[in-house]
């Protein structure tokens, strides 16, 4: 295999993964969102500690997932700022929106677990 061939493999294997990445993203996202409504649906329904515990669970499971996902972001962010004068001013635009973004959502994400947990608790 010459180095041509090589760096093309590579770059399609990149590009699968990357592919693959999206999908699972997505094939989660739909998960999390499945269990929480069948949790919600069941909460006034099943009288069991379990029930707590699931969702507390699934909660920090999801937080971990959230927070693998900014870091993605921000490494593809860094590496972008690296890359040269544009790189650097599309930084300074995400910067601008990614970071009140992520602190409204984890102010959001923390009250609706509180509450969540409050609820399943009482």
């Not at 093309?8 to 699972?24: A, E, T």
């Not at 999390?32 to 949790?39: I, K, R, V």
């Not at 593809?76 to 650097?88: D, I, P, Y």
């Amino acid at each position: 295999m010459n180095d041509q061939s090589r760096e093309q493999w590579l770059k399609d294997i990149q590009d699968y993964f990357r592919d693959v990445q999206s999908y699972n993203t997505t094939v989660i996202t739909v998960g999390y969102a499945t269990f929480f409504g069948l949790l919600f649906f069941l909460q006034d329904k099943v009288h069991s500690q379990l029930l707590f515990w699931a969702g507390l669970f699934v909660a920090l499971s999801a937080s971990i997932f959230v927070a693998f996902e900014l870091i993605n972001n921000i490494k593809l962010a860094l590496f972008q700022r690296k890359s040269g004068a544009e790189g650097k001013r599309f930084f300074r635009f995400w910067a601008c929106f990614f970071i009140p973004s992520v602190l409204l959502a984890a102010a959001g994400g923390s009250l609706l677990v509180w509450l969540f947990l409050c609820k399943l608790v009482a």
